[in-house]
């Protein structure tokens, strides 16, 4: 089975809503991840997130490494938050190495 | 500003043919990665590479080699393509000794005839 289950698996908004992305880990992880992709584009680190809590403006990560889950709140989300957001585990215990993705979770901004 | 370059980024091939898709990175990082995206698979690991010299096999090696020639060129190497290796092909570097994170090219579309 997957390795990475994201949820949802989509999400549509209204501007302005907090949106909530789950990802959890079946097997031990050494870190993980959380990427952005725009349609049709590239993929962008937004966290690199070992464990706890980290916030870049209106975004906040937390992961627990113990329990396998991390979790991508987005606060006031604006029309340009659409895109599809994956979170990715480090398997290695030296890092950054058989990094494993989710299916990724596509959010929907609607003015 | 960590940059991966892909070439070609749009790729139109026949089966049987040979593919060779190419990754240039600048950021002087030890681990280069490909993965494939196809809908409802998020990113899939292919081969990945420790530095020069050396390949390794992914999560789904079949059907493709990798090479490393240098520090900042890794290769995925389609030998006979097949049409379910219509993808879109992702090269990525990083180096868990400095920050852990992963830096993505822009995306090489394969379409195989």
């Known amino acids: 089975g997957q390795q990475v289950q994201q949820s949802p698996t989509s999400l549509v908004l209204q501007e302005g809503e907090n949106a909530e992305l789950q990802c959890n880990f079946s097997t031990s992880l050494n870190s993980m991840q959380w990427f952005y992709q725009r349609p049709g584009g590239s993929l962008v680190s937004v966290f690199y997130?070992?464990?706890g809590t980290k916030q870049s403006g209106r975004l906040t990560s937390t992961t627990v490494i113990k329990e396998r889950r991390s979790s991508l709140h987005i606060s006031s989300s604006q029309i340009t938050d659409s895109g599809t957001y994956l979170c990715?585990?480090?398997?290695?215990?030296?890092?950054?190495?058989?990094?494993?993705f989710g299916a990724g979770t596509k959010l929907t901004i609607k003015p | 500003e960590a940059a991966v370059t892909q070439s070609p980024r749009n790729k139109v091939a026949v089966t049987g043919g040979k593919v060779t898709l190419s990754c240039n990175q600048t950021n002087n990082h030890n681990n280069m990665y490909w993965y494939r995206q196809d809908t409802g698979h998020g990113l899939r690991l292919i081969h990945y590479s420790y530095g020069a010299g050396s390949t390794e096999k992914g999560d789904i090696p079949d059907g493709y080699k990798a090479s490393r020639p240098s520090q900042e060129n890794f290769s995925l190497i389609l030998e006979l393509a097949t049409p379910s290796q219509t993808s879109v092909y992702f090269c990525a570097s990083g180096d868990h000794r400095v920050t852990g994170q992963l830096y993505f090219g822009e995306g090489s579309k394969l379409t195989v005839l």
């Open positions: 997130n070992p464990s």
């Open positions: 990715a585990m480090d398997r290695a215990n030296y890092g950054n190495e058989k990094i494993t």
